[in-house]
């Protein structure tokens, strides 16, 4: 069995997507969906980024689009004061560890992957990936899938 997480799929793929409604606080910065802090990471200010964080879905993805010209330039993100170049193995590990505390943290977010139990993720949009996104879809899927196995685990 696969399972495509998308927002518009139904339960668990909605869940599992970044842009659920599934708060989690990570080094003390509450977050309300995991894209809120993807996109969060675009912003240096650390005022900004809590304020990102707390954006769910859509309003969350677009205020991201704001800051794409600078990180395709500047190819760094930033999280609370400190700089990591886009993409990177820092940058990715980041955002593993906020995944991480979304599925430790939210009940709902937990529950919607440990039942996928060992079916295969995809996350295919309908639309090529942009080359230029924070998260690709094979670096989501690996995430989701090491960390599946850990909530199984214990």
Not at 8 to 33: Q, R
Not at 36 to 59: D, Y
Request: one cysteine or more.
């Amino acid at each position: 069995m696969a399972i495509n997480i998308g927002s518009k799929g139904g339960w668990a793929a909605n869940v599992l997507s970044n842009f659920a409604a599934t708060p989690f606080v990570i080094d003390g910065v509450e977050c309300a969906s995991a894209e809120g802090f993807i996109q969060a990471l675009k912003f240096p200010n650390p005022e900004m980024q809590t304020h990102v964080c707390s954006l769910v879905g859509r309003a969350a993805k677009f205020k991201g689009k704001k800051a794409n010209r600078r990180i395709r330039h500047k190819q760094k993100v930033w999280w609370q004061g400190q700089e990591f170049g886009f993409r990177s193995p820092e940058h990715f590990a980041l955002i593993e560890r906020a995944l991480r505390a979304k599925f430790t943290q939210s009940n709902r977010a937990r529950k919607a992957l440990v039942s996928t139990r060992d079916a295969t993720l995809t996350h295919n949009l309908g639309h090529p990936e942009s080359p230029h996104t924070s998260l690709p879809a094979r670096k989501f899927i690996r995430m989701l899938y090491k960390i599946r196995q850990e909530l199984q685990d214990d």
